[in-house]
T-cell receptor, first 114, second 115 residues
């Protein structure tokens, strides 16, 4: 089991560019999540998905989009990157058939927008 | 709304010292509680969990007890090592289907252990 994998590990974007952060899990989890972590801060939920074809906004969704066409993949799209999106992004997944729904995290993508 | 409050860091300790990180929560009812650890440059890993009052979670020498009366879930370790240097996050989850497994995180506490 690879668990949750994320690509790329690092990326530098210019203001106004777009990119997709990839996330894949091989644990057959229905629930998946995207978080951002700003320096010295906790994690804020951007979007989440409870299954293929079903997504919903979290706490800080502005400037991002997601899709979930398969159980395994949950890409995060940044359109028109802004310096405020400089952050570390984590993808996570969890079981859906029983609590307490502990989440499994990927290694993160460090994004800088200049 | 629900919230999790952790003591601010950084917490700096010498090797073999006793570590306590305070965590309290505000929530209606009885959520599940977690401690996650983030080592430098890595993602978060589940350290331990407790799902009901008086449960004690333990792992790698760390312990935390779910205290309903004080709405707390303090993390403790009796003798820390340099390898325990990390950021520790307290979190809660409702564990119900309609919560969709979402976690509410505290801000994290950085722990630095010196030789």
């Amino acid at each position: 089991n690879a668990g949750v994998t994320q690509t790329p590990k690092f990326r530098i974007l210019k203001i106004g560019q777009s990119m997709t952060l990839q996330c894949t899990q091989d644990m057959n989890h229905n629930y998946m999540y995207w978080y951002r972590q700003d320096p010295g801060m906790g994690l804020k939920l951007i979007y989440y998905s409870v299954g293929a074809g079903i997504t919903d906004k979290g706490e800080v969704p502005n400037g991002y989009n997601v899709s979930r066409s398969t159980t395994e993949d949950f890409p995060l799209r940044l359109e028109l990157a802004a310096p405020s999106q400089t952050s570390v992004y984590f993808c996570a997944s969890s079981y859906s058939d029983r609590g307490p729904y502990e989440q499994y995290f990927g290694p993160g993508t460090r994004l800088t927008v200049t | 709304g629900d919230s999790v409050t952790q003591m601010e860091g950084p917490v700096t300790l010498s090797e073999e010292a006793f570590l306590t990180i305070n965590c309290t929560y505000t929530a209606t009812g009885y959520p599940s509680l977690f401690w996650y650890v983030q080592y430098p440059g890595e993602g978060l890993q589940l350290l331990l969990k407790a799902t009901k009052a008086d449960d004690k979670g333990s792992n790698k020498g760390f312990e935390a007890t779910y205290r309903k009366e004080t709405t707390s879930f303090h993390l403790e370790k009796g003798s820390v090592q340099v390898s325990d240097s990390a950021v520790y996050f307290c979190a809660l989850s409702w564990g119900t289907t309609d919560s969709w497994g979402k976690l509410q995180f505290g801000a994290g506490t950085q722990v630095v252990v010196t030789p």
